[in-house]
T-cell receptor, first 112, second 115 residues
Framework: QQQVKQSPQSLIVQKGGIPIINCAYE??????FPWYQQFPGKGPALLIA?????SEKKEGRFTISFNKSAKQFSLHIMDSQPGDSATYFCAASLEYGNKLVFGAGTILRVKS | DTEVTQTPKHLVMGMTNKKSLKCEQHMGHRAMYWYKQKAKKPPELMFV???????INESVPSRFSPECPNSSLLNLHLHALQPEDSALYLC??????????????FGPGTRLTVT
């Protein structure tokens, strides 16, 4: 119940493509769903986040879609660029966000 | 400014050494966190401090000893580590938990190698 399942494990797209990363959860007590981007040798950077009362959120080229009934959420990267090549982690939080449960991560490569 | 700084960037230590990792933030956050991240894995929560008090210890071995001297600083004291403790150690901070501590901001990490 504490898990967040993330797929795919890795993803290769051409420049300009729209990679989609999916996450699913079981615990309906989760109330905050952030996405983090991590480059090699760096710490995770908060990319975008959503709460369950919203079905979609856009920030620049990044969009989260949230399906509360299905307990799924996904990250879409519009017009992907080689600089977007990184590992992406979805996460979910309990108890006012002091415990983040991370998905396993998706390694994205955008080919130029 | 959403910067969390960590020192050192890299650390190599023997199994009998004592060393410390340092984390600092000046965002006025009152919750601070230590995570451990192995290669190709997500971060794993180790400790949470809220208002300078330890609120969560995720059953971390006692060879890891956290300390929060003030609201801006977080230390992780290391002693008698094992080679399997080699990892990237990440610090994070957020608003106080009682204010809805949703956004956690991570530092760049300390790459620790135990020989």
């Amino acid at each position: 119940q504490q898990q967040v399942k993330q797929s795919p494990q890795s993803l290769i797209v051409q420049k300009g493509g729209i990679p989609i990363i999916n996450c699913a959860y079981e615990n309906t007590a989760f109330d905050y769903f952030p996405w983090y981007q991590q480059f090699p040798g760096k710490g995770p950077a908060l990319l975008i986040a959503i709460r369950p009362d919203v079905s979609e959120k856009k920030e620049g080229r990044f969009t989260i879609s949230f399906n509360k009934s299905a307990k799924q959420f996904s990250l879409h990267i519009m017009d992907s660029q080689p600089g977007d090549s990184a590992t992406y982690f979805c996460a979910a939080s309990l108890e006012y966000g002091n415990k983040l449960v991370f998905g396993a991560g998706t390694i994205l490569r955008v080919k130029s | 400014d959403t910067e969390v700084t960590q020192t050192p960037k890299h650390l190599v230590m023997g199994m009998t050494n004592k060393k410390s990792l340092k984390c600092e933030q000046h965002m006025g956050h009152r919750a601070m966190y230590w995570y451990k991240q192995k290669a190709k894995k997500p971060p794993e929560l180790m400790f949470v401090y809220s208002y300078e008090k330890l609120s969560i210890n995720e059953s971390v071995p006692s060879r890891f000893s956290p300390e929060c001297p003030n609201s801006s600083l977080l230390n992780l004291h290391l002693h008698a580590l094992q080679p399997e403790d080699s990892a990237l150690y990440l610090c994070a901070s957020s608003q106080a938990i009682d204010r809805g501590a949703y956004e956690q901001y991570f530092g760049p990490g300390t790459r620790l190698t135990v020989t």
